[in-house]
């Protein structure tokens, strides 16, 4: 077990599994099994996960929303991933804690930071929703921050494809994945890793992000177990 302490990223639209909306019961139910694989290791969990599947304030605001009112729409949709990803996860006996940077006290925690701390030394898994709690700011620059303030070793960015590459392995078969990276050759790349403010944030706390396919059976707990799985990009 090469980390103690990991913040798992996921999109809203990983939720989406077969379908083009809302959330399918089955994705989260493997997502669900897939953290408990890694927790019944004494690994200590916190998510952040987006909102895309339901609303997306950026594509709200072309539309004429205000971006502000989009945004805060957005966080909203994160907040419901998170109750849906939590019910999945106590299906399977695990101990969950929701924390919101909205208010929303009928249905989770606020985001108190050494609270979240407690609750990981306890072995709950947390769930970070409604991103920073501000708009103008994606679920990507929530997830960074988070886990900088609860110390986590490094960050695990799950997505569909393999890891990072130099062009979309989804529309070009002979795109070419990178194993390791520098936060610098990154940046120099142009690739398209996480949003820059994002970046820049993990790159100032030498916080290591791991980019790998959250869809493949196992992906997690290899990970976790030191196999070379997906991109590692660090200082």
Do not use: C, W
């Amino acid at each position: 077990m090469i980390y103690k302490r990991i913040l798992l990223k996921l999109s809203g639209e990983a939720l989406l599994g077969e379908r083009t909306y809302g959330i399918d019961p089955k994705r989260i139910a493997q997502y669900a099994k897939e953290i408990k694989s890694i927790t019944d290791l004494g690994v200590e969990v916190a998510i952040v996960i987006g909102g895309g599947n339901i609303f997306r304030g950026v594509s709200a605001a072309s539309n004429g929303i205000d971006r502000v009112q989009g945004d805060y729409m957005g966080m909203l949709a994160t907040v419901i991933n998170g109750m849906a990803l939590q019910s999945s996860l106590e299906e399977v006996k695990i101990q969950t804690r929701l924390q919101t940077a909205l208010k929303i006290e009928e249905v989770a925690e606020p985001y108190i930071k050494r609270k979240a701390v407690r609750h990981l030394e306890k072995k709950r898994v947390v769930i970070f929703g409604a991103g920073t709690g501000n708009p103008f700011f994606t679920t990507d620059s929530a997830a960074v921050l988070r886990a900088i303030e609860i110390n986590a070793d490094v960050i695990l960015k799950g997505t569909r494809v393999e890891g990072v590459y130099d062009s979309d392995p989804e529309i070009n078969n002979n795109a070419i994945k990178f194993d390791y990276l520098s936060f610098s050759e990154v940046i120099k790349k142009n690739l398209k890793v996480m949003d820059s403010t994002a970046f820049t944030l993990s790159q100032e706390n030498n916080l290591p992000i791991v980019v790998f396919n959250m869809n493949q059976t196992g992906n997690l707990l290899k990970l976790i177990n030191g196999d070379k799985i997906g991109t590692i990009i660090k200082n």
